[in-house]
């Protein structure tokens, strides 16, 4: 079992940026794919970001394409986001999780992810 501990959220004005990090406390994580999940006020859980076990594909949700990069290092086992030219709908609590399989290519899928971590709240004020 894996956990997931995820850091970097805080407050920011519009057109700031942060890093978000996702520290897994076992190595096996690194076998994983890993995405990241944003829940607004009310709102359902959202995809934002996912990465390849490997760290070598991506794949972006259309609203934040050009703005977040997602990156990792399995030598520290953790799986970054960095986020630019936030906007206030970028407002919500981030949750980085893991693909319940091995060797995945990240998925926009919630239900393709087995653990999850408590996630960190971004705020962006106008």
């Known amino acids: 079992q894996v956990q997931l501990v995820e850091s970097g959220g805080g407050l920011v004005q519009a057109g700031g940026s942060l890093r978000l990090s996702c520290a897994a406390s076992?190595?096996?994580?690194?076998?994983?794919?890993v995405g990241w999940f944003r829940q607004a006020p009310g709102k359902e859980r959202t995809f934002v970001a996912a990465?390849?076990?490997?760290?070598?594909?991506?794949i972006y949700a259309d609203s934040v394409k050009g703005r977040f990069t997602i990156s990792r290092d399995n030598a520290k086992s953790t799986v970054y986001l960095q986020m630019a030219s936030l906007k206030p709908e970028d407002t919500a609590v981030y949750y980085c999780?893991?693909?319940?399989?091995?060797w995945g290519l990240g998925s926009s899928e919630k239900n393709d992810y087995g653990y999850w971590g408590q996630g960190t709240q971004v705020t962006v004020s106008s």
């Open positions: 999780a893991v693909e319940k399989i091995p």
């Open positions: 076992t190595r096996t994580f690194n076998n994983y794919a």
């Open positions: 990465i390849k076990w490997s760290g070598g594909g991506t």
